[in-house]
């Protein structure tokens, strides 16, 4: 599969230039050099009650002599306590699979008070290893030495990307105080990137400065390369709280997106994307379109079985009953496939978009004629934003059927307790894209839901003289209340079901 469609256009010519990374002071002290101070302090100055804080977090992004994208990141924790040694377990994803992106250079290490001085205790490269997570995703994982109560603990490693498009996002805030962050860009003035700021705090520094350029040959082209440094210090962590819709959604972060190349010859390419387009991609791609006409093995019990049906809505139920119930979600979730739907429903289990595309391929057999697959994006990954046509939004296929024109169906059998008729809570109030490859149609569509999710509490009680009152009270459960009694019930039991009942009430 060419994962290069995840940057929806990256360029095919390679540019020779001399990239300048950014020279502007900060706060981040060379690899190994430490403040007594910080090996010394016991608490976070802004937040006290952390278990452990980012001393500094700094991204150093730029173009290379291949015009490809760079960057070099060094991270710095503190560890106040017990509780705060889980930020020791070190984990960094990147697209590795398809050798479009790459870490290399990693260095570790874990620095003690001993005696009023430094201690440091390196990490062993032998214990750095590679995980690949599917066929497109990587991560480097590793584990630092030596932590305690007081530790403070440092990585750097280099990234690489063969693309002018794939330009790293920078996450400024994190699920710990963070006193220091800090990005460095350098990007000629040949790309136009449209930047997503989700900062609702004003900087505490941020400069800009163009240097001239030259890239030689035999029709030397001038530029600038247009250098930003942002930072942004004593930041909060960031906690799932409830009613939050998610931590993606909430955290302060940059993006770039790439709208427009200049080229050496003087024209400009487009690269603002439509979401026509980026459906059209998807459609023809090997691991999502590639497997929506896709023969199972021993598939025609069901369809047959399903065709009996004289009404829409019962073959959709029966066929969604039977996915659900036969195959087992991985719980990785993905818009596209890993093993293909073929072998994921010979084991039985499969990632969301195995699982659903196999609803979608039995269910466009049995008869149903308007079905569509769809792209969307879970609450926890975060709401889509219908201005990025970027398919890093996305992290799951489900399957789409606009019943009529007051009511559609958003069907996803990875949860045993969902209902073919109720679109899952945790893909409302956000966007998804469903792709009708027959018809060159490809649109988003706003889920939601109108109707409000009921639930009946009747009570027969008597009060008594001593202010006592005994009864009995009837819940009836509709909706999403329905869905979350049935799974509490199947997985707690029906005795412990009851107790919580009756504490709620």
Known sequence: MNRLLLLLGAALFALPVNAQKTETPSKVLPFGKIEIAD?????????????????????????????DISGEYHKRIKIFNDNGKDEANI????????RLEYINDVQAETINLVNGKPEI??????????????????AIVFSMPNVKAGSVIEYKYKYHTVSISNFPSWDFQQKIPVR????????????????????????SKETHKSEARTMPGTNPLSYNDEKDFRVMENLPSLHDEPYMRSYTDNIMSLQFNLTSVKSSYGFYKS?????????GIIADDEDFGGQLKRKLKDEEPIITKAKTFKTDDEKIAYVFNQVKTLMKWDGVDRWYTNDGTYRAW????GNSAEVNIILYHLLKQSGIKEIYPMIVSTREHGKVNRFNTSLSQFNRAVVYIPVDSTKEYILDATNKYNLYNETPDMLLNSSGLYIDKQANAYDMLY????????????????????SKMTGTADISSFSYHKISSVERYKTDGEKIYRLHKGQRQ
């Open 91 to 98: 984990r960094i994803e990147y697209y590795g699979g398809n």
């Open 180 to 203: 220091y962050s800090e990005l460095d860009t350098s990007i000629p003035d040949l790309l136009y990137f449209r930047t997503v700021n989700h900062v609702w705090t004003p900087y």
């Open 447 to 466: 889920i939601t839901k109108a109707a409000p999710a009921r639930q009946v509490v009747m009570i027969n009680a008597d009060i008594k003289a001593d």
């Open 271 to 279: 690269y603002s994307d439509t979401w026509a387009k980026v459906g």
């Open 346 to 349: 010979e084991k039985k289990t």
């Open 121 to 138: 205790t390196k990490l062993d490269k032998k214990l750095i290893y590679t995980q690949a997570i599917d066929k497109v995703r990587s």
């Open 39 to 67: 090996l010394e302090m016991t608490k976070c100055d802004f937040e006290p009650d952390a278990n452990a804080e980012v001393l500094f977090n700094k991204g150093d992004v730029y173009y290379d002599s291949s015009f």
